[in-house]
Protein backbone atom coordinates (compact mmCIF):
# COMPACT_ATOMS: atom_id res chain seq x y z
CA UNK A 1 0.00 0.00 0.00
CA UNK A 2 1.25 3.34 -1.04
CA UNK A 3 2.57 6.16 1.75
CA UNK A 4 0.36 8.96 2.20
CA UNK A 5 0.84 12.01 3.76
CA UNK A 6 -0.59 12.55 6.98
CA UNK A 7 -2.24 15.31 8.97
CA UNK A 8 -0.17 16.44 11.48
CA UNK A 9 -1.88 18.49 14.87
CA UNK A 10 -1.95 21.78 15.11
CA UNK A 11 -4.23 24.60 17.47
CA UNK A 12 -7.28 24.62 15.36
CA UNK A 13 -7.96 26.42 12.09
CA UNK A 14 -10.74 28.81 13.07
CA UNK A 15 -11.23 31.78 15.00
CA UNK A 16 -13.48 30.72 18.23
CA UNK A 17 -14.08 33.08 20.88
CA UNK A 18 -13.21 31.08 24.48
CA UNK A 19 -17.27 30.79 26.32
CA UNK A 20 -14.93 30.46 29.61
CA UNK A 21 -13.04 33.86 28.46
CA UNK A 22 -15.80 36.00 28.79
CA UNK A 23 -17.24 34.08 31.57
CA UNK A 24 -14.77 34.37 33.55
CA UNK A 25 -15.00 38.05 35.04
CA UNK A 26 -18.38 37.10 36.11
CA UNK A 27 -17.35 34.07 37.58
CA UNK A 28 -14.50 35.73 39.79
CA UNK A 29 -16.81 38.59 41.02
CA UNK A 30 -19.49 36.10 42.35
CA UNK A 31 -16.51 34.00 43.64
CA UNK A 32 -15.34 37.61 45.38
CA UNK A 33 -18.41 37.88 46.82
CA UNK A 34 -19.18 34.49 48.33
CA UNK A 35 -16.19 35.22 50.90
CA UNK A 36 -17.05 39.14 51.42
CA UNK A 37 -20.90 39.87 51.13
CA UNK A 38 -23.69 38.23 52.45
CA UNK A 39 -26.45 35.56 51.20
CA UNK A 40 -28.63 38.18 49.33
CA UNK A 41 -25.85 39.50 47.56
CA UNK A 42 -24.40 36.09 46.76
CA UNK A 43 -27.77 34.83 45.69
CA UNK A 44 -27.75 38.07 43.27
CA UNK A 45 -24.71 37.23 42.03
CA UNK A 46 -25.29 33.68 41.31
CA UNK A 47 -28.58 34.46 39.06
CA UNK A 48 -26.59 37.33 37.62
CA UNK A 49 -24.25 34.58 36.32
CA UNK A 50 -26.88 32.22 34.84
CA UNK A 51 -28.11 35.33 32.88
CA UNK A 52 -24.75 35.57 31.42
CA UNK A 53 -24.08 32.39 30.91
CA UNK A 54 -27.12 31.86 28.76
CA UNK A 55 -26.53 35.24 27.01
CA UNK A 56 -22.46 34.72 27.02
CA UNK A 57 -23.55 31.13 24.74
CA UNK A 58 -25.79 32.58 22.47
CA UNK A 59 -23.01 35.68 21.46
CA UNK A 60 -20.33 33.68 21.17
CA UNK A 61 -22.59 31.81 18.78
CA UNK A 62 -23.34 34.21 17.00
CA UNK A 63 -19.92 35.18 16.81
CA UNK A 64 -18.74 32.62 16.01
CA UNK A 65 -21.66 31.96 12.72
CA UNK A 66 -20.56 35.58 11.63
CA UNK A 67 -16.81 34.16 11.15
CA UNK A 68 -17.56 31.36 9.58
CA UNK A 69 -20.11 33.33 7.04
CA UNK A 70 -16.77 35.76 6.41
CA UNK A 71 -15.07 33.00 5.68
CA UNK A 72 -17.56 31.49 3.65
CA UNK A 73 -18.69 34.54 1.62
CA UNK A 74 -14.34 35.46 1.00
CA UNK A 75 -14.53 31.65 -0.49
CA UNK A 76 -12.04 30.37 2.44
CA UNK A 77 -14.23 27.63 2.92
CA UNK A 78 -16.96 25.73 1.13
CA UNK A 79 -20.86 25.35 1.51
CA UNK A 80 -20.08 21.90 2.92
CA UNK A 81 -17.19 23.57 5.70
CA UNK A 82 -19.59 26.55 6.48
CA UNK A 83 -23.09 23.93 7.32
CA UNK A 84 -20.80 21.71 8.84
CA UNK A 85 -19.22 24.23 11.21
CA UNK A 86 -23.11 26.20 11.80
CA UNK A 87 -24.01 22.59 13.01
CA UNK A 88 -21.22 22.45 15.43
CA UNK A 89 -21.76 25.84 17.14
CA UNK A 90 -25.39 24.96 17.56
CA UNK A 91 -24.65 21.86 19.02
CA UNK A 92 -22.58 23.49 21.75
CA UNK A 93 -24.77 26.43 22.56
CA UNK A 94 -27.92 23.61 22.97
CA UNK A 95 -24.86 21.81 24.81
CA UNK A 96 -23.77 24.02 27.57
CA UNK A 97 -27.37 25.14 27.73
CA UNK A 98 -28.50 21.93 28.81
CA UNK A 99 -25.35 21.21 30.48
CA UNK A 100 -25.99 24.36 32.73
CA UNK A 101 -29.72 23.10 33.54
CA UNK A 102 -28.74 19.07 34.48
CA UNK A 103 -25.89 20.58 36.48
CA UNK A 104 -27.93 22.78 38.41
CA UNK A 105 -30.70 20.58 38.86
CA UNK A 106 -28.35 17.90 40.09
CA UNK A 107 -27.66 19.99 43.28
CA UNK A 108 -30.93 21.76 43.67
CA UNK A 109 -31.46 19.90 46.55
CA UNK A 110 -27.85 22.08 48.71
CA UNK A 111 -28.82 25.23 46.13
CA UNK A 112 -30.19 27.30 48.89
CA UNK A 113 -27.10 26.39 51.83
CA UNK A 114 -24.41 26.32 49.56
CA UNK A 115 -24.79 28.95 46.61
CA UNK A 116 -21.03 27.88 45.50
CA UNK A 117 -21.72 24.13 44.58
CA UNK A 118 -24.62 25.16 42.33
CA UNK A 119 -22.60 27.77 40.45
CA UNK A 120 -20.13 25.68 40.12
CA UNK A 121 -22.14 22.26 39.56
CA UNK A 122 -23.41 24.65 36.43
CA UNK A 123 -20.18 25.28 35.06
CA UNK A 124 -19.02 21.66 35.39
CA UNK A 125 -22.20 20.37 33.73
CA UNK A 126 -22.14 23.14 30.47
CA UNK A 127 -18.56 22.25 29.99
CA UNK A 128 -19.47 18.53 30.21
CA UNK A 129 -22.28 18.52 27.86
CA UNK A 130 -20.92 20.86 25.42
CA UNK A 131 -17.36 18.65 25.13
CA UNK A 132 -19.76 15.75 24.49
CA UNK A 133 -22.00 17.62 22.05
CA UNK A 134 -18.91 18.53 20.57
CA UNK A 135 -17.31 15.18 20.03
CA UNK A 136 -20.62 13.62 19.03
CA UNK A 137 -21.66 15.27 16.53
CA UNK A 138 -18.26 15.63 14.95
CA UNK A 139 -17.67 11.82 15.09
CA UNK A 140 -21.23 11.46 13.32
CA UNK A 141 -20.59 14.08 10.44
CA UNK A 142 -17.43 12.85 9.99
CA UNK A 143 -18.89 9.43 9.02
CA UNK A 144 -21.07 10.52 6.07
CA UNK A 145 -19.11 14.07 5.19
CA UNK A 146 -15.72 15.11 4.24
CA UNK A 147 -14.20 18.47 5.67
CA UNK A 148 -12.09 21.33 3.50
CA UNK A 149 -9.39 20.26 5.06
CA UNK A 150 -9.77 16.10 4.30
CA UNK A 151 -10.56 17.09 0.66
CA UNK A 152 -7.33 19.20 0.66
CA UNK A 153 -5.75 16.61 2.46
CA UNK A 154 -6.96 14.73 -0.60
CA UNK A 155 -5.84 16.78 -3.41
CA UNK A 156 -2.56 17.32 -1.94
CA UNK A 157 -1.77 13.48 -1.97
CA UNK A 158 -2.88 12.91 -5.57
CA UNK A 159 -0.47 16.65 -6.52
CA UNK A 160 2.27 13.66 -4.29
CA UNK A 161 1.42 11.24 -7.05
CA UNK A 162 1.65 13.34 -9.58
CA UNK A 163 5.01 14.90 -8.89
CA UNK A 164 6.63 11.34 -7.99
CA UNK A 165 6.14 10.56 -11.35
CA UNK A 166 6.95 13.10 -12.82
CA UNK A 167 10.38 13.08 -10.46
CA UNK A 168 10.77 9.37 -11.33
CA UNK A 169 11.98 8.17 -7.87
CA UNK A 170 11.16 4.91 -6.36
CA UNK A 171 8.40 3.76 -4.01
CA UNK A 172 10.55 3.25 -0.95
CA UNK A 173 11.59 6.64 -1.37
CA UNK A 174 8.66 8.74 -2.04
CA UNK A 175 7.40 6.71 1.17
CA UNK A 176 10.37 8.23 3.03
CA UNK A 177 9.73 11.57 1.31
CA UNK A 178 5.70 10.97 2.79
CA UNK A 179 6.96 10.88 6.23
CA UNK A 180 9.05 13.67 6.15
CA UNK A 181 6.38 16.39 4.84
CA UNK A 182 4.32 18.40 7.45
CA UNK A 183 0.86 19.09 6.52
CA UNK A 184 -1.46 20.14 9.01
CA UNK A 185 -4.74 21.74 9.46
CA UNK A 186 -3.94 25.52 8.76
CA UNK A 187 -2.55 24.58 5.50
CA UNK A 188 -4.96 22.48 4.07
CA UNK A 189 -7.42 25.15 4.98
CA UNK A 190 -5.11 28.00 3.43
CA UNK A 191 -4.83 25.55 0.24
CA UNK A 192 -8.62 25.70 0.15
CA UNK A 193 -8.39 29.58 0.01
CA UNK A 194 -5.81 29.77 -2.90
CA UNK A 195 -7.73 30.02 -7.09
CA UNK A 196 -4.64 28.01 -7.58
CA UNK A 197 -4.65 25.09 -5.48
CA UNK A 198 -2.30 22.83 -7.77
CA UNK A 199 0.28 25.51 -7.96
CA UNK A 200 -0.01 26.62 -4.12
CA UNK A 201 0.41 22.41 -3.57
CA UNK A 202 3.29 21.64 -5.49
CA UNK A 203 4.95 25.33 -4.13
CA UNK A 204 4.77 23.29 -0.92
CA UNK A 205 5.70 19.82 -1.99
CA UNK A 206 8.82 20.76 -4.39
CA UNK A 207 11.23 22.34 -2.15
CA UNK A 208 11.10 18.33 -0.15
CA UNK A 209 11.44 17.08 -3.76
CA UNK A 210 14.69 19.35 -4.24
CA UNK A 211 15.90 18.04 -1.50
CA UNK A 212 18.30 15.52 -2.30
CA UNK A 213 18.87 13.85 1.28
CA UNK A 214 14.93 13.48 1.90
CA UNK A 215 14.60 11.01 -0.70
CA UNK A 216 18.11 9.21 -0.63
Known amino acids: MEKRIKLKKSKGIL ?57 FLRKRISKKQFSINLLLSFSLLFGGAAGWVA ?4 VLGVAAENTAIWIIAGIAGAGIF ?4 DFCCKKIIGKFIKNDVE ?57 HFNDADAVS
Open 130 to 133: SAGM
Open 151 to 207: DMLDLINSEFDRMINEAGITREQADKLAAAIEIDDKVCVQCYAKSNKQKYIRHILQP
Open 15 to 71: PKKGILKLLLPKITKVMVNLVQVGPRVILRGAFQLLRANIWTRLVSTVVIVAVDSVQ
Open 103 to 106: GTNS
